[in-house]
């Protein structure tokens, strides 16, 4: 029976079509070759974009640097918000593990 779990080959619909440009890249790294991490670097990349958004920078005018600044806030009351959510959610995931 492990041998048809194994083999890729018997599931054609499991395989995929190397001409489907919606199919995607193989993995290249070891970094990507999880789900895991592909995750960490999309998370990665969002705080990047979020952090150059809201850096200000000399050559903003006034209005733009209370934009930026505004942004940074709305981060912050975000990450708040969810923080209760996130901690309750450890718990749950603690007492279902105990």
Request: net charge negative; glycine share 8%; proline share 12%.
């Amino acid at each position: 029976m492990d041998e048809l779990w194994s083999d890729a080959s018997a599931y054609p619909s499991m395989q995929a079509d190397p001409q489907d440009p919606q199919a995607p890249p193989p993995p290249t790294g070891p970094e990507e070759a999880t789900p895991g991490g592909a995750l960490a670097d999309k998370a990665a990349e969002t705080y990047k974009w979020w952090n150059n958004l809201a850096t200000l920078h000399p050559e903003d005018p006034l209005w733009v640097g209370a934009g930026k600044i505004g942004i940074r806030l709305l981060g912050i009351l975000v990450l708040l918000a969810l923080s209760p959510l996130i901690i309750l959610g450890l718990v749950v995931a603690f007492i279902t593990v105990l």
